[in-house]
């Protein structure tokens, strides 16, 4: 493999979707680092083994997104031991579903810290240098719930609705410069987030979606890297949904 190939950073890198997106990226030839909360230690090294066995090399770095400081010191980490980052892909998420009227501050905070905050977070310390390198993907894991609205989550909406914005004003900030800023926002995945839900919910969930069944996280990872490769060059400030017709406008 070239020494030259370009470098990933996936927050939530371990999670569902993230593994897919790891996979995918380092099939096509990127060198990706999954970024991992602390509290996922124990998972790591199950995680490790069925990457090795899947033949497929992903490094792995701890970090808290919900902290600038932590974000901050993962940043330069990464590229102290591999070089300059070149795609970012802010991909950790938490949920903390509850009616406005159930709602308090900490609930709010925790998830607009985790979705929303950790993608400025993550991207800041590698942002001034894809400018000055002239090169730049910034892909952004939204929701088809940002997009739309969803009872019960106006703390997950406000934060996936606001990453998308945070994408708006980065595209024309890196357009002149070579970096591009993308959402991608899936509908309804079969993953652990949407294996949490209760049985009947997920089922009328399903029922909804014009194409009947949860998207797999292979097809996120298919939109980002997409979106990650070089000749997406002239793509920038898009929202992609990828929700089976769920939300169509
Ligand atoms: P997972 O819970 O499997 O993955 C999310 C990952 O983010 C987990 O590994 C989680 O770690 C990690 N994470 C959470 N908080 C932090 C933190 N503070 N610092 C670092 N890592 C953290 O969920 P999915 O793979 O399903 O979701 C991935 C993204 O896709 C999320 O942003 C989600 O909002 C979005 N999405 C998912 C949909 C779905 O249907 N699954 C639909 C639409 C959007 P831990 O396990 O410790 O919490």
Same mark, same amino acid.
């Given at each position: 493999? *070239?020494? @030259?190939r370009r470098l990933a950073i996936v !927050?939530?890198g371990?999670? /569902?979707?993230g593994t897919?997106i790891c996979e995918r990226l380092a099939k096509d030839g990127i060198q990706v680092v999954a970024t991992?909360? =602390? ?12 990457r090795?066995?899947?033949?497929v090399e992903v490094a792995v770095a %701890? ?13 330069? $980490?990464v590229? @102290? $031991?591999f070089? =300059?980052v070149?795609i970012?892909v802010?991909?950790?998420?938490? !949920? #903390? ?11 709010? $905070?925790?998830?607009?810290?985790? @979705? ?6 993550? !991207?800041?310390?590698?942002? %001034? ?7 730049? #993907?910034?892909?952004?894991? *939204? *929701?088809? @719930? ?36 993308? !959402?991608? *926002? =899936? ?14 919910? +997920?089922?009328?969930? %399903?029922? /909804?979606? =014009? ?12 939109? %980002?890297?997409?979106?990650a ?16 017709? +769920?939300?169509?406008?």
């Amino acid at each position: 493999m *070239s020494e @030259n190939r370009r470098l990933a950073i996936v !927050t939530g890198g371990i999670g /569902g979707i993230g593994t897919a997106i790891c996979e995918r990226l380092a099939k096509d030839g990127i060198q990706v680092v999954a970024t991992y909360h =602390p509290a996922e230690e124990e998972k790591l090294a199950e995680w490790n083994k069925a990457r090795a066995e899947a033949g497929v090399e992903v490094a792995v770095a %701890v970090c808290d997104v919900s902290s600038a400081e932590d974000s901050a010191r993962m940043v330069a $980490e990464v590229q @102290n $031991e591999f070089g =300059p980052v070149d795609i970012i892909v802010n991909c950790a998420g938490i !949920t #903390r579903d509850m009616t406005m009227k159930r709602m308090d501050a900490e609930n709010w $905070e925790a998830v607009i810290n985790t @979705n929303l905050n950790s993608a400025f977070y993550v !991207t800041k310390p590698a942002w %001034v240098g894809m400018l000055e390198r002239g090169f730049g #993907r910034v892909i952004n894991i *939204s *929701s088809v @719930n940002g997009q739309r609205g969803q009872f019960g989550q106006a703390n997950y909406s406000a934060a996936k609705a606001g990453m998308h914005g945070f994408t708006m004003a980065l595209a024309y900030e890196g357009a002149a410069k070579g970096v591009t800023a993308n !959402t991608v *926002s =899936p509908g309804y995945i079969a993953t652990a987030m949407t294996a949490a839900m209760r049985e009947d919910v +997920l089922e009328s969930i %399903v029922s /909804g979606i =014009p194409m009947r069944r949860l998207g797999k996280p292979e097809e996120i990872a298919s939109a %980002v890297a997409f979106l990650a490769a070089d000749e997406q060059a002239y793509i920038t400030g898009a929202n992609i949904p990828v929700n089976g017709a +769920l939300f169509v406008h």
